[in-house]
């Protein structure tokens, strides 16, 4: 799909939204050089509780030692009436490793030049792995990019967390509870706990599924968060354009049945809403 992007604006600076997420793997091997270096043996992990198994990094490898098998993303429009899906761009293996994924993101965002990266707690996962993906595979970040040295910078690094700002001080959530009360699709690929399993199995196509359907429910929810300070005109318009391009670009995943049927539900609660307004308002005939 190609579009002549800077004729979907009226002003002489493109602007660009772009929805990630990444898949993980842990990294046996990294893992291993730091056991090593923490002169950690297997046996001493016959002490540890269950609970200290989980978060003990010398048993289960933290982000350092994980490395990204599918980058997904979607790039918008960012024009007066809302955001307007263009492409959804998606790769990792087999094709391509970590170093090559990076690489084909980083020229992509040096391509579009001005974008705003919006993420579901990428604060804490999809960037810093990112960042460390870069420096491991000797790449130079696309200047469109390079605020993201300074994550703690919030308004200045050009990265959107969705989740802190939704969840503000409660207590961060995952995606798809905030989606089953708004009732965005979510995890339609399979339960999450399932990709590890996919990844060893390598049914790479579902895992790329799952990576692509976390990025369009995120897409969906920021549609709604930009609402509440009038950044959507419409919010039903926003959505069906995302459920029209799932359903003409994404045809080959099954996620994009559920995000059809979501689209025509939508119009379908609209046409209703309008119909009782009618209802309501029309004019009592007289006896």
Known sequence: MHHDLNSLWKGTSPRFVVVLDA??????EAHARYQMAERFLPVDAGHLSPREVRTDPRVTPRWPCHRITTLSWLVMTEAE????PVRLETRGLPEQDEAAALRAFFADMDHLGHVRI???GGFHTDLPQILIGAIDAGLRLPSSLTALQSPWRRD??????????????AVPVHLAEIAARLGIPAKLTCRPDLVSRFMEQGKWSAVRSVCEGDVLTTATLLMRWRHLSGGTASVLEATRRLTGFVAEHCAHR?????WRRYGDDLLATAFAAEARKAEIFAPVACR
């Open 81 to 84: 009436d809302g955001l307007r």
């Open 118 to 120: 919006v993420t579901w």
């Open 23 to 28: 898949e993980l793997a842990y990294d046996h």
């Open 254 to 258: 099954a996620y994009a049945a559920d």
């Open 156 to 169: 200045a690094s050009g990265h959107l967390d969705l989740c802190g700002e939704m969840c503000g001080g």
